[in-house]
């Protein structure tokens, strides 16, 4: 197939990748955008172009582009075509555009975002439950707490309990926004604490203080789900900053040089 390296994006055709799910079409594309092989500014080969990269119809080229609008990846312009848009508007809370960041979550600052933002919500919602969340929710916290303690050696399984925990937290906050914030950080907080989580040194330090957390909502003491609270995002910011550590050693590393032997 020709190269399309002269063209105004810059970059060259993938003809070996060519997902035709739409889905997959649209991850694809939104991919190249969050590893910068389209940073922001540029425009998006032509539609025809990617219906060749891609081995789909316009269709599904187009019905991808609307998705990618929708969250904010890109925007089209009539003969001017689809440009990415500043990474600022980009809905970096919704769960798609998460997973496309993969690998490249760290180099947007979001975890350090949502560790603010959990500084501002978390404390209150907590005082909050402690006056007003049903016994079925604290029965919810303490089932979620128990999962944390019975996976502390499977960060997956150990950060699917603590995602339950914090969501069933903020709803018991009985405080409608924070319940809508819940739904809104969900998918945020997921990569959030699965990052603390997987730095840590030991998980034993954060689920003593899940625990403590249900047996203040139990006595209905809002003082101590505050300092509870406070606790947890202490401990995730302690482990966020050695995650942060650990992947500016990773990228400054050099590569290993290959062996003669490897060469041969």
Not at 10 to 31: C, L
Not at 164 to 192: C, E, I, P, T
Request: one cysteine or more; glycine letters at 4%.
């Amino acid at each position: 197939m020709d190269s399309l390296e002269g063209q105004e994006h810059g970059a060259s055709a993938q003809p070996e990748r060519r997902p035709r799910v739409r889905r997959n079409v649209t991850a694809s594309i939104a991919e190249d955008i969050c590893s910068e092989r389209y940073p922001s500014g540029s425009t998006l080969p032509r539609e025809n172009d990617l219906c060749v990269m891609f081995g789909v119809s316009r269709t599904v080229i187009r019905e991808s582009l609307k998705v990618l609008e929708s969250k904010g990846l890109v925007r089209g312009k009539p003969r001017v075509g689809t440009t990415v848009c500043d990474k600022d508007d980009w809905n970096i809370l919704d769960q798609d555009v998460l997973e496309w960041m993969g690998p490249h979550i760290a180099e947007f600052n979001i975890l350090g975002s949502i560790l603010e933002a959990r500084r501002t919500i978390e404390p209150a919602a907590a005082e909050y439950a402690a006056e007003r969340a049903t016994a079925q929710e604290i029965a919810d916290l303490d089932h979620a707490w128990r999962q944390m303690r019975d996976s502390a050696n499977d960060p997956e399984s150990f950060t699917e309990a603590d995602v339950a925990f914090h969501k069933v937290l903020l709803s018991a906050s009985h405080n409608q926004v924070f319940r809508r914030l819940s739904s809104a950080m969900h998918a945020g907080l997921k990569y959030a604490l699965h990052a603390s989580n997987v730095a840590a040194h030991s998980r034993d330090e954060a689920i003593t203080v899940h625990g403590e957390l249900v047996e203040a909502l139990r006595l209905r003491n809002g003082a101590a789900a505050r300092n509870c609270a406070h606790r947890m995002l202490d401990l995730a910011a302690r482990d966020l900053a050695v995650e942060r550590r650990l992947d500016d050693g990773r990228r400054m590393k050099p590569e290993t040089p290959k062996s003669a032997a490897a060469d041969r």
